[in-house]
Protein backbone atom coordinates (compact mmCIF):
# COMPACT_ATOMS: atom_id res chain seq x y z
CA UNK A 1 0.00 0.00 0.00
CA UNK A 2 1.34 3.57 -1.02
CA UNK A 3 1.48 6.62 1.45
CA UNK A 4 -1.53 8.15 -0.99
CA UNK A 5 -3.95 4.85 -0.14
CA UNK A 6 -3.04 5.24 3.81
CA UNK A 7 -4.02 8.80 3.53
CA UNK A 8 -7.61 8.64 3.81
CA UNK A 9 -8.02 5.97 6.61
CA UNK A 10 -5.66 8.29 8.56
CA UNK A 11 -7.45 11.31 7.88
CA UNK A 12 -10.74 9.75 8.69
CA UNK A 13 -9.26 8.23 12.13
CA UNK A 14 -7.74 11.35 13.21
CA UNK A 15 -10.45 13.19 14.46
CA UNK A 16 -12.09 10.32 16.31
CA UNK A 17 -8.69 9.92 17.74
CA UNK A 18 -8.31 13.40 19.26
CA UNK A 19 -11.59 13.74 20.63
CA UNK A 20 -10.70 10.65 22.60
CA UNK A 21 -7.45 12.27 23.61
CA UNK A 22 -7.78 15.88 23.74
CA UNK A 23 -4.45 17.69 24.45
CA UNK A 24 -2.63 15.05 22.96
CA UNK A 25 0.81 15.76 21.63
CA UNK A 26 1.58 16.33 17.85
CA UNK A 27 4.76 14.06 18.12
CA UNK A 28 3.04 11.34 20.64
CA UNK A 29 -0.24 11.22 18.03
CA UNK A 30 2.29 10.80 14.58
CA UNK A 31 3.95 7.93 16.03
CA UNK A 32 0.36 6.38 17.03
CA UNK A 33 -0.11 6.78 13.47
CA UNK A 34 3.20 6.09 12.35
CA UNK A 35 4.28 8.82 10.37
CA UNK A 36 6.83 11.72 10.94
CA UNK A 37 5.19 15.11 12.64
CA UNK A 38 5.14 16.76 9.31
CA UNK A 39 2.98 14.72 8.03
CA UNK A 40 0.54 14.77 10.49
CA UNK A 41 0.32 18.24 10.67
CA UNK A 42 -0.19 18.63 6.75
CA UNK A 43 -2.83 16.11 7.70
CA UNK A 44 -4.54 18.79 10.62
CA UNK A 45 -4.12 21.76 7.72
CA UNK A 46 -6.12 19.50 5.35
CA UNK A 47 -9.24 18.62 8.12
CA UNK A 48 -9.55 22.03 8.84
CA UNK A 49 -10.38 22.98 5.53
CA UNK A 50 -13.10 20.40 5.44
CA UNK A 51 -16.54 20.33 6.62
CA UNK A 52 -19.99 20.23 6.08
CA UNK A 53 -22.17 22.04 2.78
CA UNK A 54 -22.03 25.61 3.38
CA UNK A 55 -18.53 25.46 4.28
CA UNK A 56 -18.73 28.64 6.81
CA UNK A 57 -17.14 29.05 9.84
CA UNK A 58 -19.76 27.16 12.18
CA UNK A 59 -19.80 24.31 9.48
CA UNK A 60 -15.70 23.52 9.34
CA UNK A 61 -13.41 20.89 11.72
CA UNK A 62 -12.44 22.96 13.87
CA UNK A 63 -9.03 22.11 15.87
CA UNK A 64 -7.68 24.14 18.31
CA UNK A 65 -3.74 24.26 18.93
CA UNK A 66 -2.05 24.94 22.25
CA UNK A 67 1.62 24.81 21.86
CA UNK A 68 2.40 21.19 20.64
CA UNK A 69 -1.11 20.18 21.50
CA UNK A 70 -4.60 19.91 20.11
CA UNK A 71 -7.99 19.81 20.96
CA UNK A 72 -11.41 19.24 18.67
CA UNK A 73 -13.47 22.77 18.92
CA UNK A 74 -15.90 20.81 16.12
CA UNK A 75 -15.64 17.72 14.88
CA UNK A 76 -18.51 17.99 12.11
CA UNK A 77 -20.47 15.36 12.69
CA UNK A 78 -17.23 12.92 12.42
CA UNK A 79 -16.83 11.39 16.12
CA UNK A 80 -16.20 8.02 15.66
CA UNK A 81 -13.78 5.62 13.36
CA UNK A 82 -15.03 3.60 10.69
CA UNK A 83 -15.97 0.29 11.54
CA UNK A 84 -13.38 -2.61 10.90
CA UNK A 85 -13.11 -4.01 7.40
CA UNK A 86 -13.46 -7.94 7.02
CA UNK A 87 -10.09 -8.20 6.21
CA UNK A 88 -9.12 -6.07 9.18
CA UNK A 89 -11.53 -7.60 11.79
CA UNK A 90 -9.90 -11.17 10.30
CA UNK A 91 -6.02 -10.03 10.82
CA UNK A 92 -6.60 -9.23 14.42
CA UNK A 93 -9.03 -12.01 15.48
CA UNK A 94 -7.44 -14.41 13.44
CA UNK A 95 -3.63 -13.13 15.19
CA UNK A 96 -5.37 -13.25 18.47
CA UNK A 97 -6.79 -16.97 17.96
CA UNK A 98 -2.85 -17.79 17.05
CA UNK A 99 -2.12 -16.17 20.21
CA UNK A 100 -4.27 -18.57 22.45
CA UNK A 101 -2.71 -21.88 20.65
CA UNK A 102 0.90 -20.86 20.98
CA UNK A 103 2.76 -22.65 23.63
CA UNK A 104 3.70 -20.09 26.84
CA UNK A 105 2.15 -16.74 24.96
CA UNK A 106 1.12 -13.85 26.56
CA UNK A 107 -1.90 -14.26 29.37
CA UNK A 108 -5.07 -16.78 27.48
CA UNK A 109 -7.88 -14.68 29.38
CA UNK A 110 -6.75 -11.21 28.60
CA UNK A 111 -6.16 -12.63 24.79
CA UNK A 112 -9.90 -14.41 25.09
CA UNK A 113 -11.56 -10.70 26.50
CA UNK A 114 -9.69 -9.08 24.41
CA UNK A 115 -11.00 -10.77 21.30
CA UNK A 116 -14.65 -10.97 22.81
CA UNK A 117 -14.86 -7.04 22.92
CA UNK A 118 -13.51 -6.65 19.47
CA UNK A 119 -15.75 -9.07 18.10
CA UNK A 120 -18.70 -7.04 19.54
CA UNK A 121 -17.00 -3.54 18.50
CA UNK A 122 -16.81 -5.21 15.25
CA UNK A 123 -20.72 -6.33 14.73
CA UNK A 124 -20.94 -7.67 10.96
CA UNK A 125 -17.38 -7.49 10.41
CA UNK A 126 -16.87 -11.12 11.42
CA UNK A 127 -13.14 -13.37 10.40
CA UNK A 128 -13.96 -15.27 7.36
CA UNK A 129 -11.26 -17.04 4.96
CA UNK A 130 -8.47 -17.16 6.94
CA UNK A 131 -7.35 -19.72 9.68
CA UNK A 132 -3.92 -20.33 10.92
CA UNK A 133 -2.80 -23.47 13.42
CA UNK A 134 0.58 -23.14 14.78
CA UNK A 135 0.31 -26.87 15.72
CA UNK A 136 3.49 -26.31 17.72
CA UNK A 137 4.57 -29.88 18.67
CA UNK A 138 6.27 -30.27 21.92
CA UNK A 139 7.99 -33.39 23.71
CA UNK A 140 8.70 -33.41 27.10
CA UNK A 141 12.06 -31.88 27.25
CA UNK A 142 10.87 -28.95 24.80
CA UNK A 143 8.33 -28.51 27.32
CA UNK A 144 10.76 -27.74 30.39
CA UNK A 145 13.18 -26.24 28.60
CA UNK A 146 10.45 -23.65 27.16
CA UNK A 147 9.29 -23.32 30.93
CA UNK A 148 13.15 -22.69 32.34
CA UNK A 149 14.02 -20.29 29.39
CA UNK A 150 10.87 -18.01 30.12
CA UNK A 151 11.40 -17.65 33.94
CA UNK A 152 15.03 -16.66 32.65
CA UNK A 153 13.36 -14.09 30.44
CA UNK A 154 10.85 -12.53 33.30
CA UNK A 155 14.18 -12.63 35.58
CA UNK A 156 16.21 -11.03 33.29
CA UNK A 157 18.86 -13.75 33.60
CA UNK A 158 21.57 -15.72 31.87
CA UNK A 159 21.13 -19.19 30.95
CA UNK A 160 23.77 -22.27 30.44
CA UNK A 161 22.87 -24.68 27.98
CA UNK A 162 23.09 -27.87 26.06
CA UNK A 163 22.43 -27.31 22.38
CA UNK A 164 22.40 -29.56 19.22
CA UNK A 165 23.83 -27.43 16.37
CA UNK A 166 22.21 -29.43 13.35
CA UNK A 167 24.38 -27.48 10.41
CA UNK A 168 27.82 -28.77 12.31
CA UNK A 169 26.00 -32.21 13.95
CA UNK A 170 27.56 -31.15 17.15
CA UNK A 171 26.77 -30.75 20.79
CA UNK A 172 27.81 -27.56 22.91
CA UNK A 173 27.85 -26.23 26.13
CA UNK A 174 27.01 -22.15 26.36
CA UNK A 175 26.34 -19.59 27.93
CA UNK A 176 23.36 -16.87 26.51
CA UNK A 177 22.01 -13.65 27.07
CA UNK A 178 18.29 -14.41 26.34
CA UNK A 179 16.19 -11.71 24.37
CA UNK A 180 13.23 -12.84 23.61
CA UNK A 181 11.77 -16.62 21.82
CA UNK A 182 10.17 -16.29 18.86
CA UNK A 183 7.47 -18.74 17.03
CA UNK A 184 8.34 -19.15 13.34
CA UNK A 185 6.52 -21.71 10.92
CA UNK A 186 5.31 -23.35 13.91
CA UNK A 187 8.28 -24.21 15.83
CA UNK A 188 9.58 -22.42 19.13
CA UNK A 189 12.96 -20.53 19.61
CA UNK A 190 14.95 -18.55 21.23
CA UNK A 191 16.67 -15.50 20.44
CA UNK A 192 19.69 -14.87 22.55
CA UNK A 193 23.30 -12.94 22.61
CA UNK A 194 26.01 -16.13 22.69
CA UNK A 195 28.59 -15.52 24.87
CA UNK A 196 30.30 -18.39 22.38
CA UNK A 197 29.51 -16.89 19.18
CA UNK A 198 29.81 -13.28 20.27
CA UNK A 199 26.64 -12.84 18.30
CA UNK A 200 22.76 -12.77 18.57
CA UNK A 201 21.45 -16.56 17.57
CA UNK A 202 18.55 -18.55 17.13
CA UNK A 203 17.92 -21.27 19.21
CA UNK A 204 15.79 -23.76 18.06
CA UNK A 205 13.74 -25.13 21.95
CA UNK A 206 13.51 -28.71 20.75
CA UNK A 207 17.59 -28.36 20.12
CA UNK A 208 18.17 -27.78 23.39
CA UNK A 209 19.07 -31.01 25.14
CA UNK A 210 19.36 -29.19 28.95
CA UNK A 211 19.28 -25.42 30.22
CA UNK A 212 19.55 -24.09 33.57
CA UNK A 213 18.84 -20.51 34.53
CA UNK A 214 21.75 -18.91 35.97
CA UNK A 215 22.18 -16.49 39.17
CA UNK A 216 23.75 -13.87 37.14
CA UNK A 217 21.60 -10.84 34.66
CA UNK A 218 21.18 -11.54 31.14
CA UNK A 219 23.35 -8.70 29.58
CA UNK A 220 23.00 -8.49 25.79
CA UNK A 221 25.35 -6.02 24.49
CA UNK A 222 23.71 -2.84 23.34
CA UNK A 223 24.30 -3.42 19.74
CA UNK A 224 22.68 -6.98 19.51
CA UNK A 225 19.63 -6.31 17.60
CA UNK A 226 16.85 -8.56 17.06
CA UNK A 227 16.65 -10.56 14.23
CA UNK A 228 14.26 -9.67 11.41
CA UNK A 229 12.55 -12.21 10.43
CA UNK A 230 9.88 -10.94 7.48
CA UNK A 231 11.99 -12.55 5.03
CA UNK A 232 12.45 -15.95 6.51
CA UNK A 233 15.40 -17.54 8.93
CA UNK A 234 18.07 -18.31 6.16
CA UNK A 235 20.65 -15.47 6.13
CA UNK A 236 22.67 -15.45 2.68
CA UNK A 237 26.19 -14.93 3.28
CA UNK A 238 28.68 -14.06 0.94
CA UNK A 239 30.70 -17.04 2.27
CA UNK A 240 27.78 -19.85 1.63
CA UNK A 241 28.71 -22.78 -1.15
CA UNK A 242 26.18 -23.21 -3.83
CA UNK A 243 25.68 -26.19 -5.39
CA UNK A 244 22.99 -27.23 -8.24
CA UNK A 245 20.76 -29.87 -8.14
CA UNK A 246 18.72 -31.87 -10.18
CA UNK A 247 16.02 -33.05 -7.74
CA UNK A 248 13.68 -36.07 -8.60
CA UNK A 249 9.70 -35.99 -8.22
CA UNK A 250 9.76 -37.96 -4.88
CA UNK A 251 12.91 -34.97 -3.84
CA UNK A 252 11.14 -31.96 -4.94
CA UNK A 253 10.19 -31.00 -0.92
CA UNK A 254 13.53 -29.71 -0.95
CA UNK A 255 12.82 -26.65 -2.46
CA UNK A 256 9.91 -25.87 -0.60
CA UNK A 257 11.64 -26.55 2.37
CA UNK A 258 14.99 -24.99 2.33
CA UNK A 259 15.25 -21.38 0.41
CA UNK A 260 16.48 -22.43 -3.30
CA UNK A 261 17.16 -19.90 -6.56
CA UNK A 262 17.03 -20.38 -9.85
CA UNK A 263 14.04 -22.71 -10.45
CA UNK A 264 13.89 -24.54 -13.38
CA UNK A 265 10.92 -27.08 -14.78
CA UNK A 266 12.45 -30.02 -16.16
CA UNK A 267 9.84 -33.14 -17.71
CA UNK A 268 8.43 -35.28 -15.80
CA UNK A 269 8.30 -33.23 -12.90
CA UNK A 270 12.13 -33.12 -12.06
CA UNK A 271 13.09 -29.40 -10.91
CA UNK A 272 16.59 -28.09 -11.03
CA UNK A 273 17.80 -25.83 -8.56
CA UNK A 274 20.74 -23.56 -7.05
CA UNK A 275 20.43 -24.33 -3.30
CA UNK A 276 22.61 -22.07 -0.95
CA UNK A 277 24.51 -23.74 2.01
CA UNK A 278 27.00 -23.20 5.04
CA UNK A 279 28.21 -26.26 6.21
CA UNK A 280 29.38 -29.04 3.89
CA UNK A 281 29.06 -31.53 6.44
CA UNK A 282 25.05 -30.81 6.88
CA UNK A 283 24.63 -30.40 2.85
CA UNK A 284 26.19 -34.00 2.37
CA UNK A 285 23.64 -35.55 4.86
CA UNK A 286 20.63 -34.02 3.09
CA UNK A 287 21.77 -34.90 -0.29
CA UNK A 288 22.92 -38.47 1.07
CA UNK A 289 19.43 -39.12 2.80
CA UNK A 290 18.17 -38.51 -0.76
CA UNK A 291 19.74 -41.22 -2.29
CA UNK A 292 19.12 -41.57 -5.84
CA UNK A 293 16.05 -39.05 -5.88
CA UNK A 294 18.83 -35.73 -6.62
CA UNK A 295 21.65 -35.61 -8.77
CA UNK A 296 24.28 -32.74 -7.73
CA UNK A 297 25.59 -31.00 -10.86
CA UNK A 298 27.70 -28.62 -9.63
CA UNK A 299 30.23 -28.31 -7.59
CA UNK A 300 32.18 -31.43 -8.37
CA UNK A 301 33.77 -32.19 -5.09
CA UNK A 302 30.56 -31.91 -3.39
CA UNK A 303 29.16 -34.87 -5.82
CA UNK A 304 32.42 -36.63 -5.70
CA UNK A 305 32.13 -36.42 -1.66
CA UNK A 306 29.01 -37.59 -1.69
CA UNK A 307 29.56 -40.89 -4.04
CA UNK A 308 32.84 -41.34 -1.74
CA UNK A 309 30.76 -41.61 1.37
CA UNK A 310 28.44 -43.54 0.09
CA UNK A 311 30.43 -46.09 -1.30
CA UNK A 312 32.22 -45.90 2.41
CA UNK A 313 29.09 -46.44 3.97
CA UNK A 314 28.45 -49.40 1.94
CA UNK A 315 30.98 -50.94 2.54
CA UNK A 316 30.93 -50.42 6.22
CA UNK A 317 27.34 -52.15 6.30
CA UNK A 318 28.97 -54.98 4.45
CA UNK A 319 31.31 -56.11 6.87
CA UNK A 320 28.53 -55.90 9.35
CA UNK A 321 27.01 -58.92 8.06
CA UNK A 322 29.93 -60.75 8.60
CA UNK A 323 30.92 -59.45 12.22
CA UNK A 324 29.60 -62.12 14.31
CA UNK B 1 -3.66 11.30 -3.69
CA UNK B 2 -3.62 15.01 -4.34
CA UNK B 3 -4.90 17.23 -1.75
CA UNK B 4 -7.69 18.05 -3.76
CA UNK B 5 -8.78 14.68 -4.08
CA UNK B 6 -8.37 13.57 -0.27
CA UNK B 7 -10.04 17.07 0.85
CA UNK B 8 -13.24 15.97 -1.63
CA UNK B 9 -13.36 12.99 -0.01
CA UNK B 10 -13.42 13.71 3.75
CA UNK B 11 -16.38 15.95 2.74
CA UNK B 12 -18.00 13.83 0.80
CA UNK B 13 -18.24 11.60 4.00
CA UNK B 14 -18.89 14.53 6.38
CA UNK B 15 -21.78 15.44 4.04
CA UNK B 16 -23.03 11.79 3.39
CA UNK B 17 -22.72 10.68 7.30
CA UNK B 18 -24.96 14.16 7.82
CA UNK B 19 -27.90 13.45 5.82
CA UNK B 20 -30.84 11.35 6.49
CA UNK B 21 -32.33 12.10 2.97
CA UNK B 22 -31.18 10.51 0.05
CA UNK B 23 -28.78 12.78 -2.00
CA UNK B 24 -29.24 12.86 -5.60
CA UNK B 25 -25.54 12.75 -7.44
CA UNK B 26 -26.74 16.09 -8.96
CA UNK B 27 -27.45 17.67 -5.55
CA UNK B 28 -24.35 16.33 -3.85
CA UNK B 29 -22.07 17.82 -7.20
CA UNK B 30 -23.82 20.74 -6.63
CA UNK B 31 -23.36 21.00 -1.94
CA UNK B 32 -20.10 19.01 -1.72
CA UNK B 33 -17.05 21.03 -2.06
CA UNK B 34 -14.19 19.93 -4.95
CA UNK B 35 -16.74 18.85 -6.99
CA UNK B 36 -17.62 22.37 -9.15
CA UNK B 37 -14.09 21.48 -10.38
CA UNK B 38 -15.22 19.08 -12.78
CA UNK B 39 -16.15 21.24 -15.97
CA UNK B 40 -18.12 18.77 -17.86
CA UNK B 41 -21.00 16.28 -16.79
CA UNK B 42 -18.94 13.51 -17.85
CA UNK B 43 -16.19 14.68 -15.86
CA UNK B 44 -18.03 14.85 -12.98
CA UNK B 45 -19.84 11.41 -13.38
CA UNK B 46 -15.85 9.87 -14.12
CA UNK B 47 -15.02 12.14 -10.78
CA UNK B 48 -18.50 10.48 -8.45
CA UNK B 49 -18.19 7.09 -9.82
CA UNK B 50 -14.05 7.04 -8.41
CA UNK B 51 -14.48 8.19 -5.41
CA UNK B 52 -17.73 5.83 -4.48
CA UNK B 53 -14.93 2.91 -5.39
CA UNK B 54 -12.71 4.14 -3.20
CA UNK B 55 -15.01 5.17 -0.28
CA UNK B 56 -16.28 1.16 -0.66
CA UNK B 57 -12.51 0.33 -0.96
CA UNK B 58 -12.16 1.33 2.48
CA UNK B 59 -15.10 -0.94 3.79
CA UNK B 60 -17.88 2.75 3.87
CA UNK B 61 -21.40 1.57 3.81
CA UNK B 62 -22.49 3.80 1.06
CA UNK B 63 -26.13 3.27 0.48
CA UNK B 64 -28.17 3.66 -2.47
CA UNK B 65 -32.19 4.45 -2.80
CA UNK B 66 -34.99 6.46 -3.19
CA UNK B 67 -36.66 9.12 -0.37
CA UNK B 68 -40.45 8.13 0.29
CA UNK B 69 -41.21 11.49 -1.53
CA UNK B 70 -43.12 11.60 -4.74
CA UNK B 71 -40.62 12.03 -8.08
CA UNK B 72 -37.84 11.61 -5.58
CA UNK B 73 -34.16 11.22 -7.04
CA UNK B 74 -32.68 7.68 -5.80
CA UNK B 75 -29.37 9.20 -4.12
CA UNK B 76 -26.75 8.17 -1.50
CA UNK B 77 -26.32 8.36 2.12
CA UNK B 78 -24.01 6.45 4.62
CA UNK B 79 -26.06 5.06 7.68
CA UNK B 80 -24.02 6.24 10.79
CA UNK B 81 -25.10 3.43 12.67
CA UNK B 82 -23.41 1.03 10.13
CA UNK B 83 -20.59 3.30 9.42
CA UNK B 84 -19.03 3.80 13.15
CA UNK B 85 -17.03 1.15 14.94
CA UNK B 86 -18.86 0.20 17.79
CA UNK B 87 -17.77 1.35 21.41
CA UNK B 88 -14.45 -0.41 22.54
CA UNK B 89 -12.56 -0.42 26.01
CA UNK B 90 -9.59 -2.61 26.50
CA UNK B 91 -8.03 -3.66 30.07
CA UNK B 92 -3.92 -3.03 29.53
CA UNK B 93 -3.36 -6.34 29.59
CA UNK B 94 -6.35 -7.11 26.77
CA UNK B 95 -4.44 -4.11 24.78
CA UNK B 96 -1.10 -5.87 25.37
CA UNK B 97 -2.71 -8.84 23.97
CA UNK B 98 -3.73 -6.80 20.88
CA UNK B 99 -0.38 -5.32 20.06
CA UNK B 100 1.38 -8.79 19.87
CA UNK B 101 -1.50 -10.13 17.85
CA UNK B 102 -0.91 -6.93 15.38
CA UNK B 103 3.20 -8.15 15.01
CA UNK B 104 2.16 -12.16 14.34
CA UNK B 105 1.84 -11.13 10.62
CA UNK B 106 4.58 -10.63 8.14
CA UNK B 107 2.37 -10.46 5.34
CA UNK B 108 1.83 -7.94 2.81
CA UNK B 109 -2.15 -8.11 2.97
CA UNK B 110 -2.47 -9.19 6.59
CA UNK B 111 0.26 -6.55 8.07
CA UNK B 112 -1.67 -3.77 6.79
CA UNK B 113 -4.63 -4.76 7.46
CA UNK B 114 -3.88 -5.18 11.48
CA UNK B 115 -2.52 -1.78 11.36
CA UNK B 116 -5.32 -0.81 9.69
CA UNK B 117 -7.53 -2.30 12.98
CA UNK B 118 -5.17 -0.88 15.25
CA UNK B 119 -5.34 2.96 14.11
CA UNK B 120 -9.24 2.57 14.07
CA UNK B 121 -9.01 1.12 18.00
CA UNK B 122 -7.05 3.66 18.54
CA UNK B 123 -9.03 6.26 17.22
CA UNK B 124 -11.78 4.75 19.53
CA UNK B 125 -9.94 5.39 22.00
CA UNK B 126 -8.42 3.09 23.38
CA UNK B 127 -4.30 2.93 23.72
CA UNK B 128 -2.30 0.26 22.51
CA UNK B 129 1.61 0.86 23.12
CA UNK B 130 3.89 -1.31 20.63
CA UNK B 131 6.81 -0.84 22.40
CA UNK B 132 6.67 -3.29 24.92
CA UNK B 133 8.46 -6.47 24.01
CA UNK B 134 6.52 -9.63 24.50
CA UNK B 135 8.47 -12.97 26.03
CA UNK B 136 7.26 -15.03 23.45
CA UNK B 137 6.26 -13.84 19.67
CA UNK B 138 4.41 -16.12 17.36
CA UNK B 139 4.95 -15.01 13.64
CA UNK B 140 2.82 -16.12 10.58
CA UNK B 141 4.43 -15.09 7.37
CA UNK B 142 2.38 -15.21 3.71
CA UNK B 143 5.71 -15.31 1.36
CA UNK B 144 3.53 -17.36 -1.44
CA UNK B 145 1.94 -15.39 -4.60
CA UNK B 146 -1.08 -17.15 -4.31
CA UNK B 147 -1.98 -16.02 -1.35
CA UNK B 148 -3.05 -12.12 -1.72
CA UNK B 149 -5.24 -13.83 -5.01
CA UNK B 150 -6.53 -16.46 -3.33
CA UNK B 151 -7.84 -14.21 0.12
CA UNK B 152 -9.21 -12.19 -2.42
CA UNK B 153 -11.38 -14.49 -4.12
CA UNK B 154 -12.43 -15.93 -0.62
CA UNK B 155 -13.32 -12.95 0.66
CA UNK B 156 -15.82 -11.86 -2.94
CA UNK B 157 -16.77 -15.33 -3.24
CA UNK B 158 -15.89 -16.06 -6.66
CA UNK B 159 -14.05 -19.20 -7.93
CA UNK B 160 -10.65 -19.67 -9.07
CA UNK B 161 -8.33 -21.57 -11.32
CA UNK B 162 -5.09 -22.58 -11.08
CA UNK B 163 -2.29 -24.51 -12.18
CA UNK B 164 -1.26 -27.07 -9.66
CA UNK B 165 1.83 -29.11 -9.86
CA UNK B 166 1.31 -32.52 -7.52
CA UNK B 167 4.86 -34.14 -7.11
CA UNK B 168 4.31 -37.71 -7.04
CA UNK B 169 3.25 -39.22 -9.30
CA UNK B 170 4.31 -35.81 -11.31
CA UNK B 171 1.54 -34.28 -12.65
CA UNK B 172 0.63 -30.49 -13.77
CA UNK B 173 -3.19 -29.66 -13.98
CA UNK B 174 -5.46 -26.57 -13.90
CA UNK B 175 -7.51 -26.95 -11.16
CA UNK B 176 -10.77 -25.65 -10.78
CA UNK B 177 -11.84 -24.69 -7.16
CA UNK B 178 -14.44 -22.66 -5.47
CA UNK B 179 -12.15 -21.36 -2.34
CA UNK B 180 -13.89 -21.73 1.20
CA UNK B 181 -10.78 -20.57 3.33
CA UNK B 182 -6.74 -20.04 3.25
CA UNK B 183 -5.39 -21.75 5.91
CA UNK B 184 -2.08 -21.82 7.50
CA UNK B 185 -1.07 -25.35 9.36
CA UNK B 186 2.31 -25.55 11.06
CA UNK B 187 3.93 -22.82 8.62
CA UNK B 188 2.43 -23.63 5.66
CA UNK B 189 -0.43 -22.62 3.39
CA UNK B 190 -3.87 -24.02 1.82
CA UNK B 191 -6.41 -23.50 0.26
CA UNK B 192 -9.42 -25.14 0.86
CA UNK B 193 -12.60 -25.72 -0.91
CA UNK B 194 -14.80 -27.40 -3.04
CA UNK B 195 -13.03 -28.87 -6.13
CA UNK B 196 -15.53 -28.82 -9.22
CA UNK B 197 -13.17 -31.25 -11.04
CA UNK B 198 -13.49 -34.05 -8.31
CA UNK B 199 -16.89 -32.14 -7.01
CA UNK B 200 -15.78 -33.00 -3.81
CA UNK B 201 -13.74 -31.11 -0.71
CA UNK B 202 -9.83 -30.34 -1.20
CA UNK B 203 -6.92 -29.05 -0.10
CA UNK B 204 -4.09 -27.31 -2.14
CA UNK B 205 -0.53 -26.36 -0.96
CA UNK B 206 0.14 -22.79 -1.90
CA UNK B 207 3.49 -23.47 -2.46
CA UNK B 208 2.69 -25.54 -5.41
CA UNK B 209 0.47 -23.45 -7.23
CA UNK B 210 2.04 -22.60 -10.40
CA UNK B 211 1.62 -19.23 -12.04
CA UNK B 212 -1.67 -17.19 -11.91
CA UNK B 213 -4.24 -17.44 -9.54
CA UNK B 214 -7.47 -16.50 -11.84
CA UNK B 215 -10.91 -15.85 -10.36
CA UNK B 216 -13.58 -16.13 -12.48
CA UNK B 217 -18.15 -15.71 -12.09
CA UNK B 218 -19.68 -13.38 -10.52
CA UNK B 219 -19.18 -12.37 -6.42
CA UNK B 220 -21.28 -13.60 -3.88
CA UNK B 221 -21.50 -17.13 -6.07
CA UNK B 222 -19.26 -19.32 -2.96
CA UNK B 223 -19.89 -19.64 0.56
CA UNK B 224 -18.08 -22.04 3.09
CA UNK B 225 -20.93 -24.43 3.96
CA UNK B 226 -21.10 -23.57 7.68
CA UNK B 227 -20.12 -27.28 9.00
CA UNK B 228 -16.84 -27.00 7.76
CA UNK B 229 -14.21 -26.63 10.05
CA UNK B 230 -11.02 -25.06 7.86
CA UNK B 231 -8.40 -25.67 10.07
CA UNK B 232 -9.82 -29.23 10.98
CA UNK B 233 -9.87 -30.28 7.90
CA UNK B 234 -6.30 -29.42 6.20
CA UNK B 235 -4.99 -31.00 9.62
CA UNK B 236 -6.84 -34.49 9.02
CA UNK B 237 -6.00 -34.37 5.04
CA UNK B 238 -2.25 -33.55 5.64
CA UNK B 239 -1.73 -36.84 7.85
CA UNK B 240 -1.15 -36.74 11.64
CA UNK B 241 1.87 -38.91 13.21
CA UNK B 242 2.37 -42.52 12.70
CA UNK B 243 2.53 -44.91 15.04
CA UNK B 244 6.41 -44.86 16.86
CA UNK B 245 9.14 -47.60 15.81
CA UNK B 246 11.93 -48.53 18.08
CA UNK B 247 14.93 -48.94 15.96
CA UNK B 248 18.41 -50.41 16.84
CA UNK B 249 21.65 -49.09 15.17
CA UNK B 250 25.46 -48.85 15.12
CA UNK B 251 26.97 -45.68 15.79
CA UNK B 252 30.83 -44.91 15.48
CA UNK B 253 32.31 -43.14 18.59
CA UNK B 254 32.07 -39.66 18.65
CA UNK B 255 29.70 -39.37 15.56
CA UNK B 256 26.22 -38.47 14.63
CA UNK B 257 25.72 -36.57 17.76
CA UNK B 258 21.84 -35.89 15.62
CA UNK B 259 21.12 -39.37 16.40
CA UNK B 260 22.68 -39.89 19.89
CA UNK B 261 20.93 -37.22 21.39
CA UNK B 262 17.91 -39.13 20.85
CA UNK B 263 18.84 -42.69 21.80
CA UNK B 264 19.74 -45.30 24.49
CA UNK B 265 22.93 -46.55 24.45
CA UNK B 266 22.83 -50.43 24.88
CA UNK B 267 26.04 -51.68 24.02
CA UNK B 268 29.56 -51.51 22.58
CA UNK B 269 30.29 -53.10 18.99
CA UNK B 270 33.88 -52.45 16.96
CA UNK B 271 32.76 -52.97 13.69
CA UNK B 272 35.29 -52.56 10.46
CA UNK B 273 38.25 -51.44 13.22
CA UNK B 274 35.87 -48.94 14.17
CA UNK B 275 35.15 -48.91 17.89
CA UNK B 276 31.30 -47.79 18.08
CA UNK B 277 28.13 -48.01 20.34
CA UNK B 278 24.77 -50.05 19.77
CA UNK B 279 21.85 -47.25 20.10
CA UNK B 280 18.14 -47.84 20.64
CA UNK B 281 15.68 -44.83 19.29
CA UNK B 282 12.65 -44.34 18.92
CA UNK B 283 10.95 -42.90 16.04
CA UNK B 284 8.03 -40.67 14.90
CA UNK B 285 8.09 -40.61 10.98
CA UNK B 286 9.42 -44.25 10.24
CA UNK B 287 9.65 -42.30 6.07
CA UNK B 288 11.87 -39.68 7.00
CA UNK B 289 13.75 -41.47 9.26
CA UNK B 290 15.77 -43.47 6.57
CA UNK B 291 16.77 -40.18 4.71
CA UNK B 292 18.01 -38.88 8.35
CA UNK B 293 20.13 -42.00 9.13
CA UNK B 294 21.14 -42.52 5.72
CA UNK B 295 22.32 -38.64 6.08
CA UNK B 296 25.00 -40.07 8.32
CA UNK B 297 26.96 -42.31 5.85
CA UNK B 298 29.47 -45.04 7.58
CA UNK B 299 29.49 -43.37 10.75
CA UNK B 300 25.49 -45.08 11.58
CA UNK B 301 24.52 -48.58 10.53
CA UNK B 302 21.15 -50.39 11.01
CA UNK B 303 20.78 -52.91 12.84
CA UNK B 304 17.01 -53.68 13.12
CA UNK B 305 14.73 -53.65 11.96
CA UNK B 306 15.10 -55.59 8.41
CA UNK B 307 13.08 -52.87 6.43
CA UNK B 308 14.87 -50.21 7.60
CA UNK B 309 17.86 -51.29 6.64
CA UNK B 310 17.29 -52.21 3.46
CA UNK B 311 15.44 -48.65 2.50
CA UNK B 312 18.75 -47.59 3.86
CA UNK B 313 20.91 -49.36 2.17
CA UNK B 314 18.80 -48.69 -0.66
CA UNK B 315 19.59 -44.96 -0.48
CA UNK B 316 23.41 -45.23 -0.47
CA UNK B 317 23.69 -47.87 -3.23
CA UNK B 318 21.93 -44.94 -5.40
CA UNK B 319 23.89 -42.12 -3.87
CA UNK B 320 26.92 -44.66 -4.63
CA UNK B 321 26.63 -45.08 -8.32
CA UNK B 322 24.67 -41.60 -9.24
CA UNK B 323 27.78 -39.74 -9.53
CA UNK B 324 30.03 -42.11 -11.80
Known amino acids: MTSAQDRLPRLLALVPYLIARPGVRVDEAAADFGVPARQLRKDLELLWMCGLPGYGPGDLIDLSFEGDTISVAFDAGMNRPLRLTGTEATALLVALNTLLEAPGVADADAVRRAAAKIEAAAGQAQPAGVAVGLGVREGETTARSRRVVQGALRAGHALRMTYYTASRDRITERTVDPMRMLIVEGRSYLEAWCRRAEAVRLFRLDRIDDVTELDEPAAPPPYAEQTDTSAGLFRERPDHEVAQLVLAPDARWVSEYYPVEKVTELDDGYLRVRMRYADESWMVRLLLGLGGDVTVEEPTALAHGLRDRARRALSRAGQLAVTP | ?324
Open chain 2, 1 to 324: MSVARAERLVNLVLCLLSTRQYLPAERIRAIVAGYADAPTDEAFHRMFERDKNELRDLGIPLEFGSNRTIDAEDGYRIARRDYELGDIDLEPDEAAAVALAVRLWDSPELTGAAAGALLKLRAAGVDVDQGVPAVVEPKVRTTEPAFGPLLAAVQAGRAVRFDYRRPSPAELRTRTLEPWGVVSWRGRWYVVGHDRDRNAPRCFRLSRIAGDVRAFGRPGVVSRPPDVDLLEFVSASTGELPDTTTVRLWVAEHRAAGLRRRATVVGEQTIDDVPGDVIELELHHPDSAASWIAGYGEDALVLEPEVLRKTVHERLLAAAGGAR
